[in-house]
């Protein structure tokens, strides 16, 4: 079994066949799909989704790029939907330097409120984080002054002592198509250094299909291919490493077994 940890199933790009997707990845052994809001309307969808698809849980949020689009309300709106039981994280949140859609403060703004709002409903974060490690690290420093941090570094790129001080500091690494490209060599190292109870999976549907797919819309029956490479890379079998990633997103979101 194994555990899409963050996907966009709310977008244009599966509207036409949304059920067929759901049920693929479930053929393919896709039993959880985490449906990830970036805006107040697409949280809403999001949190749609996870009611009418069993296997499928929501996370809410206003993504970094997104802040400065946010219309007064939408922050409330975030909030009162993270008091859905099908919602299983906040975020996605974070930092992103490499597009200007949003000023710096801004984005800070929002994932400091991201992260408040972690502590206090104990729900776990979902950080995006593009050329801005440095910046997210000190306010994850920051928050975790006034408690525990439970969260993941989605779409993980960073190099190993980044991702050794998220772990040091309470969060899980994620994994996405990106490791399994033939250029990665760099970033599959630095998924080995990442501990059995610390690594996640995710496809980050439609964006990032695996290799042997690339240019190719992916969707989470696409898992498999990120998890046979990082499988491979730290020397376990792909069934192992599927039931220790399964747990370990089992854990961080606070799901039961089915």
């Known amino acids: 079994m194994l555990f899409d940890t963050h996907a966009h199933l709310d977008q244009e790009e599966f509207d036409a066949d949304r059920d067929a997707v759901v ?62 039981p099908r919602v299983v994280a906040l975020g996605e949140t974070g930092l992103d330097r490499h597009w200007d859609y949003a000023p710096l403060e801004v984005q800070q703004d929002y994932f400091d409120r991201h992260l408040r709002l972690s502590q206090e409903r104990r729900l776990p974060f979902i950080v995006h984080t593009r050329e801005s490690d440095a910046d997210v690290l000190a306010m994850l420093r920051e928050a975790r002054t006034r408690g525990p941090l439970s969260g993941v570094m989605h779409s993980f790129t960073g190099s190993a002592e980044t991702a050794a001080v998220c772990v040091e ?46 240019g190719k819309p992916n ?18 079998s792909l069934e192992d490493f599927s039931r ?15």
Request: net charge neutral.
């Open 219 to 236: 969707e989470p029956a696409h898992l498999v291919h990120t998890a046979r490479v990082l499988a491979e890379v730290r020397g376990v």
């Open 244 to 258: 220790e990633t399964t747990a370990n997103a089992r854990r961080l979101f606070g799901v039961a077994e089915s």
């Open 23 to 84: 049920r693929r990845a479930h053929d393919a052994g896709v039993t959880r799909i985490v449906a990830v809001g970036t805006t107040a309307p697409t949280s809403r969808r999001c949190v749609e989704l996870a009611h009418q698809f069993p296997g499928v849980l929501a996370a809410v949020g206003i993504q970094p790029n997104y802040t400065a689009q946010a219309a007064a309300g939408d922050w409330d709106l975030v909030v009162a939907a993270a008091e859905d």
């Open 169 to 214: 500091l309470g969060l899980f690494i994620s994994f996405a198509g990106m490791v399994t490209f033939k250029k990665s060599e760099a970033l599959r190292a630095v998924a080995a250094t990442v501990p059995a109870d610390r690594i996640v999976i995710e496809t980050d549907s439609p964006y990032l299909s695996p290799h042997p797919l690339r």
